[in-house]
């Protein structure tokens, strides 16, 4: 891009090789983020609600009142941990690194892992799917190979909704994680281009629900305000969500189908608990009680569905800890440890890397197990707690499995939870 284009910020961002695109207000040059690039502009600052922008330090006190990241007041939808799952009792979870285990200890939980995998299926189906709606937006040449793959990995979520009999009308759509908000987006041009409308009573059979935390920018679910077909955010973290009390919901009671494509391990436990294992209606005895600090693998802990399942193996949450560890061994596992590694800049690192084990653990078992071994017990510790899963919905009354929707060119990530109730009564699930 030679020069940026018209009404847009004129500063060139490295990174992505090509100039911002914010809108610039009349007259101006940069965007608000980028204008300190102006002779005589206002020391910018990080915005204390929020690191991820700035704001001029001029008008601070009145963007504080207008941040999109302030307290805002609470919905009715929003209660307290409801999908938290049962508060762990008894002493608090012992935290140790992988890299402080000694060959023994690592052993030992090698041999836990092979001992509770007995019996499962461990051969992943592949079911690369497609859905002709994407396919024109696929044969844009003017899409990256990013979009390309977010794009296959849409369209083999629809294809595989498709095959379930999941996408259809008389339905409402619940997107958990939904960001911008386009699998919901893909969803709607399926049914549209299928089941072209035809009278005000068929605007009526449809609705989205896009569940995202955070304040998400360029979302795509405003191109879709057709009278009637309600496309409507909670913006609420899932944990807090009681879809009971979402009035759009209750209003039409449509059957139910659930999506997510972003949802990671512990939201994804959240969302099945919100889905399938809230609690029903309780006093308001006044506010909730405060919530003691607990760590990152106490709150997967409590959150995991499939508690009842590794229990009964004779795993708790100390092995469920390291098992989730050790599950980034199938992404990572093939990575180059912390000492073959090239130099990186931390702030261009992927999220995906972030995400991840440290590198000292890679390292710290580098010597104990080859890569190819690493990503074997990998995909073994991420099936054991899939399974899990699956015990959860089966109990539950659904039919649920696990496929590899896209291949692992287009992203490691790449195994559908999907359940479908056996009988029409249940909320169908696909996540």
């Known amino acids: 891009m030679a020069a940026p284009l018209p009404g847009r910020c004129g500063f060139f961002v490295e990174k992505k090789k090509r100039f911002c695109k914010m809108i610039v207000a009349r007259g101006n040059v940069f965007c608000g983020e980028h204008a300190t690039q102006e002779e005589g502009s206002c020391r910018r600052i990080v915005c204390p609600l929020d690191p991820k922008h700035t704001v001029s330090e001029d008008k601070l006190e009145k963007h504080l009142k207008k941040c999109n990241s ?23 979870l012992q935290q140790v690194s992988l890299c402080d285990l000694s060959r023994t200890q690592l052993q030992s939980l090698l041999d836990k892992l092979k001992t509770a995998a007995t019996g499962l299926q461990c051969d992943i189906e592949d079911g690369f799917l497609s859905h002709p709606v994407v396919q024109e937006e696929l044969d844009d040449p003017k899409n990256g190979d990013s979009a390309n793959k977010h794009l296959k990995q849409q369209s083999s979520l629809l294809g595989h909704m498709e095959a379930l009999g999941l996408l259809g009308r008389g339905r409402s759509f619940v997107e958990f994680g939904a960001g911008r908000g386009k699998l919901s987006h893909w969803i709607h041009e399926a049914l549209r281009r299928r089941d072209p409308l035809k009278t005000s009573e068929d605007l009526k059979d449809l609705q989205f629900l896009l569940v995202e935390r955070s304040s998400t920018r360029f979302k795509v679910d ?21 879809l009971s009390k979402v009035a759009p919901l209750t209003d039409r009671k449509l059957p139910l189908v659930a999506v997510g494509k972003h949802l990671c391990g512990a939201a994804t436990d959240l969302a099945l608990r919100c889905l399938l294992d809230t609690p029903g209606p309780r006093e308001e005895s006044g506010p909730p009680p405060k919530r003691l600090k607990t760590s990152e693998e106490e709150d997967s802990w409590r959150h995991y569905v499939g508690k009842e399942f590794f229990l009964q193996r004779g795993i708790g949450a100390e092995e469920f800890s390291a098992f989730c560890r050790m599950s980034s061994w199938a992404t990572c596992g093939m990575r180059p440890t912390n000492q073959d590694a090239p130099s990186q800049d931390p702030a261009n690192q992927s999220r995906e890397e972030e995400e991840h084990e440290p590198a000292e653990e890679r390292d710290a078992v580098s010597g104990f197990l080859s890569v190819k071994e690493r990503e074997q017990v990998g995909r073994l510790c991420k099936q054991l707690i899939d399974a899990g899963r699956i015990h959860f919905l089966q109990e539950r009354g659904f039919n649920s499995k696990l496929t590899r929707y896209v291949s692992s060119q287009v992203t490691l990530e790449n195994v559908l939870l999907t359940a479908v109730p056996r009988t029409p009564h249940c909320r169908e699930t696909s996540c």
């Open 222 to 242: 405003g191109k879709h305000q057709e009278a009637g077909v309600q496309f409507e955010r909670l913006q609420v973290d899932i944990q807090h969500l009681d």
């Open 70 to 92: 302030r307290e805002k007041p609470k919905p009715g939808y929003y209660v307290e941990n409801i999908n938290a799952g049962p508060a762990a009792g008894g002493e608090a």
